[in-house]
Nanobody
């Protein structure tokens, strides 16, 4: 089992920034990913990071604005979101994948999920 606790969501004006945190505990895993889901839409991949090394992965539309990182001492992964737009409004979820050969862009490849944190960007 892996427990994930997200934090850092909130209300921000367009052009602003937020940093989301995902604290993990429990068994080991290979990757942590961030997804987001807007009302009436599918859950979309945002970014992912390998548990070891420096490999990071981004959805094309997030690259350059969002940055994923981890702090191993705290078992925490962060998603720094800059230049936020109203279209970024969604519930953001972190998730972990146990396997090391997962397709990181697919939500069904992840094994454990956090409860989600709301991000609202006002225009």
């Amino acid at each position: 089992q892996v427990q994930l606790v997200e934090s850092g969501g909130g209300l921000v004006q367009a052009g602003g920034s937020l940093r989301l945190s995902c604290a993990a505990s429990g068994r080991t895993f290979s990757y942590t990913g961030w997804f987001r889901q807007a009302p009436g839409k599918e859950r979309d991949f945002v970014a992912a990071i390998k548990r070891t090394g420096h490999n990071t992965y981004y959805a094309d539309s997030m690259r350059g604005r969002f940055a994923i990182s981890r702090e191993d001492a705290k078992n925490t992964v962060y998603l720094q979101m800059n230049s936020l737009k109203p279209d970024d409004t969604a519930v953001y979820y972190c998730a972990v994948a146990i396997a090391s050969n997962s397709d990181l862009t697919r939500a069904d490849e992840y094994d454990y999920w956090g409860q989600g944190t709301q991000v609202t960007v006002s225009s």
